[in-house]
Nanobody
Framework: QGRLVESGGGLVQPGGSLRLSCTYS????????MAWYRRAPGKQREMVAT?????????????EYADFVNGRFTASKEDTKNTMYLQMGSLLPDDSAVYLC??????????WGQGTQVTVSS
């Protein structure tokens, strides 16, 4: 119940692109926020992008990005597929990290996926 499963990570050259996916087993209107985080070796976990749905189904979600994204990434979700995406472009070596999917339900439960590794290297 409530599993999050990330996929789409891999090795990519600097300047390249990747699309990460996170499938979730929760009704969309039970989700308050969905987010992508990342954790690089020796660094603290940091937020990459947050999609706030508030549990509503008749308003567009609010999407926010960390400053370092600088227009390079796009977060989105597709409720019919219970999937959240992170389209990443212009990747830099500093983007190398384990990318984690996070969900906060409308009743405050926090859930994390296991993560998918992204390595940006020539």
């Amino acid at each position: 119940q409530g599993r999050l499963v990330e996929s789409g990570g891999g090795l990519v050259q600097p300047g390249g692109s990747l699309r990460l996916s996170c499938t979730y087993s929760e009704a969309p209107n039970n989700i308050y926020t969905m987010a992508w985080y990342r954790r690089a070796p020796g660094k603290q976990r940091e937020m990459v992008a947050t999609i706030t749905t508030g549990g509503w189904d008749d308003r567009p979600p609010r999407i926010e990005y960390a400053d370092f994204v600088n227009g390079r990434f796009t977060a989105s979700k597709e409720d019919t597929k219970n999937t959240m995406y992170l389209q990443m472009g212009s990747l830099l070596p500093d983007d190398s990290a384990v990318y984690l999917c996070h969900v906060r339900t409308t009743w405050g439960e926090l859930r994390w996926g296991q993560g998918t590794q992204v390595t940006v290297s020539s």
